[in-house]
């Protein structure tokens, strides 16, 4: 009979706490953001969507050299590129010498995991991470990205 | 007598309940399961409770008596539900079938 | 409300829990046969997001498998891509700096704890409470912060590499986490009082879903469900990888076999692993995060390689059967809530619908980690 | 009392309007609260969230109703008009003031518990209707449930109505009139004479617990146990069935709330005894509701054996010696 | 209570105080009429409807509309039991009990053979045509009411007059409860 | 030690004991020093399949400490030592030798206790007819990881109470980690 009694008590007990510690969380600010009106700045080494980085004329640094490719695990990554002939002047002579250049770089977001595989296996530091994340859309063609022109925009 | 003053007078509750009771027996006559038919006698204790609260309203001297009186019916209906379903449900435990006439072929 | 319970079959039917049910955290179906609100027999279905990890392990190089690991379970990645750099660091013999060790080991804790937290919000939501799951994520929020500021992703990271990290910690991350710990604890008093005290919860977990030491044994369950019925295993303590031996930390065991004591020693591990996590503050070597010579492509000879991890849900293993070239022969994954999960066939049986579901809750389930 | 048949139409129209806007606004203030108690704000766009319930109600509305296969069509379509008819019907006898109220009946109480064990044979059809074994399983346990807390609440109202002797909610409420050291909640004394009753505080936990439970609120809303039962009952419910089912339970909570101010926190008197009138009705039973909402994101759910054991087990025999106990103070006193 | 009270009290529908006269009186009298379509539409579905289910919820709908009826014959108080016991007790217990006894609801359970549909009508028509023609036929004799038959006479009768016949509906209840605890307990033994 | 008991228990099983050649333990140990060059030189040699017998491995290296290599016929007995020794069952894979023509069950089994040994058994079966007997009937938990064996592999476990695909949908007749499997 005692521990029928002491078990309604100590029950009522608990459910006191309880409430009493939700009700102190009723008055203490609330912890989200309103995320449409309000977004939050992404830490500096998020790993959004890849990038290209540009040199100093505005062009991509990459030279197409498709380590990324190779390295990309899901196979999101396809790159061309073309030989363009470039004059160059090497001890005082000029040289005409032949050099890759990028024609196409696209990512298929649809099929990235973010790993980074990529960027590490760049040689040249020529893809970054982006901090992008507000990226939705109803149509999977969105996800095609197409770097070479995001640069070109970027630069405009 | 006017349709709408049909509520004055102690025949109509008796027709009323006349109508109930025939749809009890209907019910009882016809259902083959035991549910049904318990649920056609709920429809003739009914019957019987609007008579005597007609009764009860219209020519007794003491009002009160009806009411008692129907209020012992709703008890005695109540225990005869529970027990009643105990027993429906204690059949089915046993023949499978709450079908009456299967029950009767059950048992030989 | 357990014990023998004489059901006619005749009177079942079949209730199909899940491909989509609030209960089951992803997609698994539970085919339960009922008597009433008790469960006659259970089979599970497993398979809705199989994704076949051991495929894609054996047609891809070593390092383009590492991002897979982390999507086996989503709460708790870093613990299985520690698992796979651990078991092709043994299996290439390739050394680690001390400091990558020490900072894997924080990380590894770090997720711990968030996917306890979220474990712990989930369970409670399993039960009905659904405002403890709130307080949960904001708590883990903040450690998800403090590892996205070092490895670049919320939740399914691709930190660790072979012989080391990606990138090394600084100051800062070691500040934050250290004012991250006093936060957690006092979060971890409030859930005490606030859901472990409550006499709803204790009730409906108490002597709920018991799973003794031997059927632990005969279904090969590990993890929280191994230390709820009173085996005292630990593969951080048992069978010390890492630098984890150097750490003082203890195992959380319960004698009860019930859902409450998985439910306590989850609760006690983050207590544990908030002290392994000060402790390795406090000894974190300098020096460099990548080993100075490393194989250029990783090629383990021949031969099998076993390596054994504690997660957040018990002992997850990765056999690795290499051929000597750049991809792995067989690549097999063993994963502890495979085995904690094939339990609950024959657990569950004879329980109401709502215990056999809280019990599932305790066993912590990811689905995709299931499936692989 | 001038009830003419405009009147009456009135007071129906009136019922429906406050039930449906309770309805409506008991979703917001519940979700509000919830981010409150959770850390999170709630919907609070649009004039902080007020156009959420009309938004939500033109969701519902045009949806399609959706028949489940092999459903009983009949049963299907008439179980949320159940629920929600009886809870409207139970507004016409609560007085929310001394003036305010459609009908006063001698017989008040009862015609509550009445209406409210109607609500069980609606959540039994339309877990039947819908031919869902979630659905079933559920509303059987729903009924058992309600069945099992009928009998301690109303033993408890018993009591109630020794000491008022009245089963007038308007007689009842104006008993308790002057301060809320007349309230039937606090034991000393009622506006006819010294009266001592200790045991009133335990009457009101019980009825508090029981109107928790019959109103399938949270701890004890076994009846839609989502982790478990999906829905429950209304698992297949959409557009405005679910609709009706939502502003039925509701308008159940407002009720509930209602018969405890009534019955013990003194109907629209003022604590103090000045200025008696319908806003402290309303306040009262907007704080009964908010902790109704506290207590629901607070705790867990309870099982339904655990439920069943604190009725039986608990609740049953301490009303029953606490109407013994309460019955042999009157004669005391 | 007198008879205008009691209309009065059903429901909030349709009365003036003053009652018999007038407007309200008809209405009262079309409430009435309703009532009893109710009343009798919920006692065919309850005997003739192929699915259980559906039988109890017809049988709550008659339930209902008896209890209606009893406001108009002065006596809120059994109306409001009615309600009570009859739809929240009984109905459910029957709607329960077909659950457990008959879980496959693809069988009909409707008029057993060909032959007892058109017998159980002709039994049921002479039954009901011989009452209603009794009933028509006798002249009732209204004698003066003594009192008014409110709740709280109910109550002081019953614990008086009428405390042994009480005692033993209690007892009876007692018997029924313990009863059905004997006969359906067998099953599921744990 | 519980490892040198476990040992000696399977070899005692095991009656051949020949099998015990130094060989595979050179073999082994070749392993753990294989550097890159050593490592193109073992690619090159064909070495014969692997004969049965009990191999003591390191653990530092291989991640195991005792490595059994039975016939199928062989595999309950063994099994049966180590449920008497306390061990659970880790896991259930299959391993296909194309070459070789043979398939390979492995079974990890571990220990709860500080005294820790981990324990590989393995079989092989012919790769058109393979067939070993279960060991669900030992250890419950094995029956997923037998089913999910047979899922992958197509190895059919004698006397499994319910070798249907569990990973895998219910009809599906193909067995992924097949060498020669073409999606």
């Given amino acids: 009979m005692g521990a029928y009694f002491s078990e309604i008590f100590l029950g009522l007990k608990s459910l006191a706490i309880g409430l009493g510690i939700t009700f102190k969380e009723f008055f203490k600010p609330v912890v989200t953001v309103p995320y449409p009106f309000e977004t939050i700045k992404m830490s500096e080494r998020y790993r959004g969507h890849i990038e290209l980085i540009e040199d100093e004329d505005g062009k991509p640094k990459c030279v197409a050299c498709g380590m990324c490719q190779r390295a990309c695990p899901s196979g999101c990554i396809s790159l061309a590129s073309k030989s363009v002939a470039y004059e160059v002047e090497v001890k005082g002579e000029m040289k005409t010498k032949k050099k890759k250049v990028l024609t196409k770089y696209d990512l298929n977001f649809t099929t990235c995991s973010l790993c980074g595989q990529c960027v590490e296996s760049c040689g040249f530091g020529a893809v970054t991470f982006s901090k992008e994340y507000n990226l939705a859309s109803f149509n999977k063609e969105d996800f095609h990205f197409d770097l070479l022109k995001r640069l070109e925009e970027r630069n405009s | ?108 | 409300m357990s014990g023998p319970i004489h059901i006619r079959s005749d009177e079942t039917f079949t209730l199909n829990v899940g491909p989509q049910h609030p209960a089951t955290h992803g997609v698994l179906r539970v085919k339960m046969e009922m008597d009433g609100e008790y469960i006659v027999k259970a089979e599970t279905v497993l398979g809705y997001i199989h994704r076949m990890h051991e495929l894609m392990g054996e047609n891809r190089t070593y390092p383009q498998v590492l991002p897979n690991l982390s999507r086996l379970d989503y709460l708790g990645a870093m613990g299985y891509t520690h698992a796979h750099v651990l078991a092709i660091e043994r299996a290439a013999s390739i050394e680690v700096p001390e400091r990558a060790e020490y900072i894997r080991v924080l990380m590894v804790e770090l997720n711990r704890i968030s996917s306890h937290l979220f474990w712990f919000g989930a369970f409670v939501m399993d039960l009905g409470g659904f405002t403890p799951l709130m307080y949960a994520i904001e708590d883990r929020e903040h450690i998800l912060d403090l590892m996205e500021a070092v490895t670049g992703s919320r939740l399914t990271y691709c930190y660790f590499r072979f012989g080391g990290l990606y990138n090394d910690v600084d100051d800062d991350f070691i500040n934050a986490t250290r004012a991250v710990i006093p936060r957690l604890r006092k979060s971890l008093k409030k859930y005490d009082a606030l859901v472990t005290g409550n006499i709803i919860f204790r009730k409906r977990l108490e002597g709920i879903g018991p799973i003794s030491a031997e059927m632990c044994r005969k279904y090969g369950a590990t993890g929280p469900v191994a230390r709820g019925a009173g085996l005292d295993f630990d593969v951080r303590k048992n069978e010390p990888y890492s630098v984890y031996s150097e750490f003082d930390f203890d195992i959380p065991v319960y004698h009860e076999c019930d859902s409450l004591a998985r439910y306590n020693v989850r609760m006690d591990e983050m207590e544990q692993s908030l002290r392994i996590i000060e402790q390795a503050l406090d000894k974190l070597p300098e020096g460099p995060i990548m080993p100075k010579k490393k194989p250029k492509l990783i090629k383990p000879p021949k031969g099998d390689y076993y390596q054994a991890v504690e997660t957040a849900r018990g002992s997850f293993g990765i056999r690795i059967v290499s051929d000597g070239t750049k991809n792995a022969y067989r690549f097999k994954l063993r994963s502890p809530t495979y085995s904690n999960m094939s339990l609950f066939d024959e657990a569950c049986e004879g329980m109401m619908i709502m215990d056999a579901l809280a019990m599932m809750g305790s066993l912590d389930l990811v689905i995709p980690e299931i499936d692989r | 009392m001038d009830l003419t048949i405009f009147n009456a139409v009135i007071a129906v129209v009136i019922a429906i309007a406050f039930a449906a806007a309770n309805a409506a606004y008991l979703v917001l203030a519940e979700r509000r609260g919830a981010g409150r108690i959770q850390r999170r704000p709630g919907p609070n766009v649009n004039l902080f969230g007020l156009l959420q319930p009309p938004a939500d109600g033109i969701k519902l509305m045009t949806k399609q109703l959706m028949i489940p296969g092999g459903a009983d069509k009949a049963l299907f379509m008439v179980a949320p008009v159940l629920a929600m008819a009886p809870a409207i019907m139970s507004f016409v006898t609560i007085p929310f003031s001394n003036t305010i109220v459609a009908h006063s009946m001698n017989v008040g109480v009862l015609m509550i518990f009445a209406f409210a064990s109607f609500g069980g044979m609606a959540i039994l059809l339309a877990g039947w209707g819908s031919r869902n074994k979630y659905g079933v399983m559920a509303a059987v346990r729903a009924v058992s449930q309600n069945i099992s807390y009928e009998v301690p609440m109303l033993i408890t109202v018993i009591t109630i109505v020794m000491m008022t002797g009245t089963m007038n909610l308007h007689e009842i409420a104006s008993l308790q009139s002057g301060g809320f050291w007349n309230w039937n909640i606090f034991p000393v004394s009622m506006s006819d004479g010294f009266m001592l009753q200790p045991l009133m505080p335990i009457s009101f936990l019980i009825f508090f617990i029981c109107s928790l439970a019959e109103t399938n609120r949270a701890p004890f809303d076994l009846g839609e146990a989502e982790s478990e039962l999906v829905a429950g009952f209304h698992t297949e419910y959409g557009s405005m069935g679910f609709g009706l089912f939502f502003m039925g339970e509701y308008a159940n909570i407002v009720i509930g709330a209602s018969l405890i101010t009534i019955l013990f926190l003194g109907g629209w008197g003022c604590p103090f005894g000045l200025y008696p009138g319908v806003w402290w009705f309303l306040l009262k039973i907007y704080l009964l509701i908010f902790s109704f909402i506290w207590i629901r994101w607070t705790f867990p759910r309870t099982t339904i054996y655990g439920l069943l054991n604190l009725s039986w087990k608990i609740l049953i025999p301490i009303s029953l010696f606490n109407l013994l106990l309460t019955a042999g103070l009157l004669k005391v006193f | 209570m007198n008879l205008m009270d009691t209309i009065n009290s059903m429901l909030p529908s349709v009365l003036t105080a003053d009652g018999l006269a007038g407007i309200a009186d008809e209405a009262a009298g079309v409430v009435f009429l309703v009532i009893c379509a109710i009343t009798l539409i919920g006692g065919i579905i309850a005997c003739n409807s192929e699915r259980l289910v559906r039988a109890v919820a017809g049988l709550a709908v008659c339930f209902v509309g008896v209890a209606a009826i009893y406001f108009f014959l002065n006596s809120p108080f059994v109306a409001m039991m009615q309600i009570l016991i009859y739809v929240g007790a009984v109905c459910i217990t029957i709607a329960f009990a077909i659950m457990l006894a008959a879980p496959e609801d693809n069988k009909k359970h409707g008029p057993a053979g060909p032959l007892s549909g058109p017998l159980g009508l002709i039994t049921a028509g002479l039954v009901t045509f011989g009452m209603i023609g009794l009933g028509l036929k006798t002249e009732f004799i209204a004698i003066p009411k003594i009192n008014m038959g409110s709740v709280k006479l109910i109550g002081v009768q019953l614990l008086t007059t009428y405390s042994m016949v009480f005692e033993l509906v209690s007892i009876v209840l007692l018997i029924a409860i313990i009863g059905s605890l004997v006969i359906a307990r067998h099953g599921r033994s744990k | 030690m519980i490892k040198d008991t476990i040992k000696q228990a399977f070899l005692d099983l095991l009656p051949d004991p020949e099998p015990i050649i130094e060989e595979p333990v050179v073999e082994a140990a070749a392993n753990d020093t294989a550097e890159d060059g050593k490592k193109k030189k073992a690619v090159k040699k064909e070495e014969p399949p692997r004969v049965n017998g009990v191999l003591e491995c390191d653990h530092a290296a291989h991640g195991y400490d005792i490595d059994v290599q039975l016939e199928p016929g062989e595999l309950l007995a063994a099994v049966m030592i180590l449920d008497k020794n306390d061990f659970f069952l880790e896991s259930i894979t299959g391993v296909d030798w194309i070459k070789e023509k043979q398939l390979e069950s492995v079974y990890d089994f571990s220990r709860y206790d500080f005294d820790q040994c981990r324990v590989v058994i393995r079989t092989r079966t012919p790769r058109d007819n393979p067939n070993i007997p279960t060991i669900s009937k030992i250890y419950p938990g094995a029956n997923w990881h037998e089913r999910e064996t047979h899922d992958f592999f197509g190895i059919k476990f004698e006397g499994h109470p319910h070798l249907i695909p569990l990973l895998l949908p219910e009809d599906a007749d193909f067995h992924p980690l097949l060498k020669d499997f073409k999606p």
Wanted: no cysteine.
């Fill in chain 2, 1 to 108: 007598m006017s349709m709408l003053n049909l509520h004055n007078s102690l025949t109509t509750y008796l027709v009323l309940a006349a109508i109930l009771f025939g749809m009890g027996i209907y019910g009882l006559i016809t259902r083959r399961t035991l549910v049904g038919m318990l649920i056609a006698s709920e429809l003739i204790l009914v019957a019987s409770s609007i008579n005597i609260m007609a009764f009860n309203r219209f020519t007794a001297p003491d009002p009160v008596i009806g009411q008692i009186f129907t209020l012992f019916i709703m008890a005695i209906a109540a225990a005869e539900a529970a027990i009643g379903l105990s027993i429906t449900v204690a059949v089915y435990r046993n023949y499978k079938t709450v079908d009456t006439e299967e029950i009767v072929d059950l048992k030989g």
